[in-house]
């Protein structure tokens, strides 16, 4: 029996939205394209929220009668982004990946080969690197309040790094394309999303692909739920997470589909204290499972 279905949106989005609305300036950019990638665009629907954006398309009767899924590697070439390495380009196809996968084997069996009743394949089409000496300044000054904290200058009294709001300089952004493809190659689900990283909620780190690969998550997330679910994922309730969903992919225990494997797991704990003092990505996301089936082969 396959797991109930739950919203992904936590309380975490709520808290979210009542920052950005406070100051909506401390943002990065949301641009959609259209870059042709999709078999066809003239379906699609806007639909947002306060700092993501996207058109969408489902045939719900399409998604009435699927039961299995597979997922083409999210391609991100060097032509979108030439100031990053293929390895921080490979990481973050693959977060999009590997959320995605979490959230369509909430309903579907996800299969490696491409004999399924659903194709998905996604492309990022566009980015905005982080700043990466803004990122550090904020990362230090909060370091700084934090020892000044612990030394009894009265700026906080909690354990540990204080989060502060990053300096509004250079917010990452991402754009990605993706769809959903029948056995005849017809379009069932679209979505062109694009997500703009925030000075109060997102984590700043010391690297140029660090927002877009939390924004990548955040895209994964949000087209397995459409996929699953038929309903706009910026319009659906919040709730709170299962412990499923937090063994999964925060903890990054197994996956409730062995096939999601070939996207790795998530960091885990590693990932949670690299977090904390801003690491890059790559030094605790071990990226997809290299030999396993349908298993990424690379990133263009």
């Not at 379906?43 to 597979?70: M, N, Q, W």
């Not at 921080?88 to 590997?98: G, H, I, Q």
């Not at 979505?191 to 997102?202: I, K, L, Q, S």
């Amino acid at each position: 029996m396959r797991p109930r279905l739950e919203h992904r949106r936590t309380l975490s989005t709520l808290a979210a939205c009542l920052a950005l609305s406070a100051a909506v300036a401390g943002c990065g950019t949301v641009v959609l394209t259209e870059s042709g990638i999709l078999t066809r665009y003239d379906r699609l629907a806007a639909s947002d929220e306060t700092a993501s954006s996207s058109r969408i398309f489902v045939d719900p009767a399409a998604l009435a009668t699927t039961r299995t899924v597979h997922i083409v590697p999210t391609t991100f070439t060097e032509a979108v982004a030439p100031g990053l390495t293929p390895l921080e380009r490979k990481l973050v196809a693959n977060a999009a990946d590997r959320a995605l996968c979490y959230e369509l084997s909430l309903r579907y069996d996800v299969v490696s080969t491409r004999k399924a009743d659903l194709t998905i394949r996604s492309a990022v089409t566009r980015i905005d690197l982080t700043n990466v000496p803004a990122a550090g300044a904020t990362l230090a000054t909060s370091a700084g309040i934090t020892i000044a904290s612990q030394l009894g200058a009265g700026f906080a009294t909690a354990v540990g790094r204080i989060p502060i709001p990053r300096i509004p300089i250079g917010l990452g952004s991402l754009t990605v394309e993706a769809e959903a493809l029948d056995g005849r190659n017809r379009q069932r689900a679209a979505m062109v999303w694009g997500g703009a990283t925030n000075a109060f909620t997102n984590q700043a780190r010391f690297s140029p692909a660090s927002d877009a690969y939390d924004l990548a998550g955040e895209f994964g997330q949000d087209f397995g739920f459409y996929l699953a679910t038929g309903q706009d994922p910026f319009k659906a309730p919040l709730t709170l997470p299962t412990y499923d969903r937090v063994r999964v992919t925060t903890l990054g225990e197994a996956p409730l589909d062995p096939d999601c494997e070939a996207f790795g797991r998530a960091p885990g704990i590693d990932g949670i204290l690299g977090d904390y003092v801003g690491a890059p990505p790559e030094w605790t996301d071990k990226g997809p499972a290299e030999g396993l089936p349908g298993a990424p082969k690379g990133v263009r």
